[in-house]
């Protein structure tokens, strides 16, 4: 509907392909749909019938709250490509760096989002970590004075737990599977530290 082209070509480009396109970064793009194009991708891409769409679209239009069409593509469409295990994966992740319960991600899904562009950094595999530093160094700040600041408003997660202190330190009994540490800023940033 924006006129952006639909293509290979494009950067964060999704294939009809279980080996081109891992199941939560394809999860994601359809979770990103407009509301301009969901209901045409809706009769394009699942197996629902025209009158069923029809009922959605009314559905979401009644409804003052974020529509349910976005979440339908996505479900119906990584099913079809990458099967209920992908599916399952896909929502496993998603939920779990939204909710900040990372407790049921897996060494492999922690692998598979720096393989599907989660901002990463390799870190060395046993040395404690100044979080003030690694914020600035990973981009979650401008400044050890910005990184200060987002520690004492609170906007600031490691593994799912917020940060209070700005003497906090990472070590390698706080990474999850003995290798990842997640840092989150505010509702949206994330990066991923990965020990080698």
Same mark, same amino acid.
């Given at each position: %509907?924006?006129?952006?082209?639909?293509?290979?070509? #494009?950067? =964060?480009?999704? !294939?009809? &392909? %279980?080996?081109?396109? %891992?199941? $939560?970064?394809?999860? /994601?793009? !359809?979770? =990103?749909? &407009?509301?301009?194009?969901? $209901?045409?991708?809706?009769g394009y891409y699942s197996d629902r019938s025209m009158e069923d769409i029809a009922v959605i679209q009314a559905e979401d239009a009644a409804r003052n709250a974020k529509p349910e069409a976005q979440r339908? @593509?996505?479900?119906?469409?990584?099913?079809?490509?990458? *099967? /209920?295990?992908?599916?399952?994966?896909? /929502?496993?992740?998603? /939920?779990?760096?939204? &909710? *900040?319960d990372l407790d049921t991600l897996s060494a492999e899904d922690y692998a598979q989002l720096a393989l599907d562009g989660l901002p990463c950094t390799d870190?060395? +595999? +046993?040395?404690?970590?100044?979080?003030?530093?690694?914020?600035? #160094? %990973? *981009? @979650?700040?401008t400044s050890r004075r910005n990184a200060r600041e987002f520690v004492d408003n609170g906007a600031v997660m490691h593994n799912g737990e917020r940060i209070t202190s700005t003497d906090a330190q990472l070590s390698l009994e706080q990474a999850r599977h003995q290798r990842f540490h997640l840092l989150k800023r505010g509702k949206k940033q994330f990066h991923l530290l990965r020990r080698a």
């Open positions: %509907s924006d006129g952006t082209k639909f293509g290979k070509t #494009e950067t =964060g480009t999704i !294939w009809l &392909s %279980s080996k081109k396109t %891992s199941p $939560y970064a394809f999860y /994601q793009f !359809w979770l =990103g749909t &407009s509301d301009a194009d969901v $209901y045409r991708f809706l339908l @593509l996505a479900e119906d469409v990584t099913l079809l490509v990458h *099967g /209920q295990d992908g599916l399952g994966a896909a /929502q496993r992740i998603t /939920q779990a760096l939204f &909710s *900040g870190v060395d +595999a +046993a040395a404690p970590l100044a979080l003030i530093d690694v914020l600035v #160094e %990973s *981009g @979650l700040a």
